[in-house]
């Protein structure tokens, strides 16, 4: 199975900051990864999949890069509806799996 | 506006079965292949199957094959996951998701507690 690694697991950062997040893999997944938004109690919402396409009507702040091994996803400036915590998962081969998550707060 | 509205979570002792369901509507079901994506507490998605649109190919996470069985009924718009022998370890909020392989549409999810 590929195992699907992120980092940081929280990071805690102020409204309008450049966040970063990035996840790796353990083999390549060529551009075969999807991003997701969870808040509390709540459903996963898609943002990107194929690593840098942004699904339909999620805000332009998002972005998504990298190919192979290593992805980020970035807000370019972070909003305070942005609190939420962010899973990749990648859909290269059966079984798909996600990363562990990374939670964003608001300082 | 596309809605996945599952049902049938409850509590069930270990060694138990529970069949779970997932109704679409405004969502043209039957060309979507369909998943089942589960998530214990406090922890991340996982994966559990998938079912292709025609309902004659699915796919399994090894720590349910044999045990759990996904199905569908396209005229219904209709998604299923009938699950056996039930260990403590299956606890979790079990979400139906639509896609062939990232997770567009999601339903709010039915909470499965195997517990004695």
């Known amino acids: 199975d590929i195992q699907m690694t992120q980092s940081p697991s929280t990071l805690s950062a102020s409204v309008g900051d450049r966040v970063t997040i990035t996840c790796r893999a353990s083999?390549?997944?060529?551009?075969?990864l999807a991003w997701y938004q969870q808040r509390p109690g709540r459903a996963p919402k898609l943002l990107i999949y194929k690593a840098s396409t942004l699904e339909s009507g999620v805000p332009s702040r998002f972005s998504g890069s990298g190919s192979g091994t290593r992805f980020t996803l970035t807000i370019s400036s972070l909003q305070p509806e942005d609190s939420a915590t962010y899973y990749c998962?990648?859909?290269?081969?059966?079984?798909?799996?996600f990363g562990q998550g990374t939670k964003v707060d608001i300082k | 506006e596309v809605q996945l509205v599952e049902s049938g979570g409850g509590v069930v002792q270990p060694g138990g079965s529970l069949r779970i369901s997932c109704v679409a509507s405004e969502f043209t079901f039957s060309t979507y292949d369909m998943n089942w994506v589960r998530q214990a507490p406090g922890k991340g998605p996982e994966w559990v199957s998938n079912i292709s649109a025609s309902g004659s190919l699915t796919h399994y996470v090894d720590s349910v094959k044999g045990r759990f069985t996904i199905s569908r009924d396209n005229a219904k718009k209709s998604l299923f996951l009938q699950m056996n022998s039930l260990r403590v370890e299956d606890t979790a909020v079990y979400y139906c998701?639509?896609?062939?392989?990232?997770?567009?549409?999601w339903g709010q999810g039915t909470l499965v507690t195997v517990s004695s």
């Open positions: 998962q990648h859909y290269s081969s059966f079984p798909w799996t």
């Open positions: 998701a639509s896609g062939a392989t990232f997770f567009q549409y």
């Open positions: 083999q390549t997944i060529y551009n075969w």
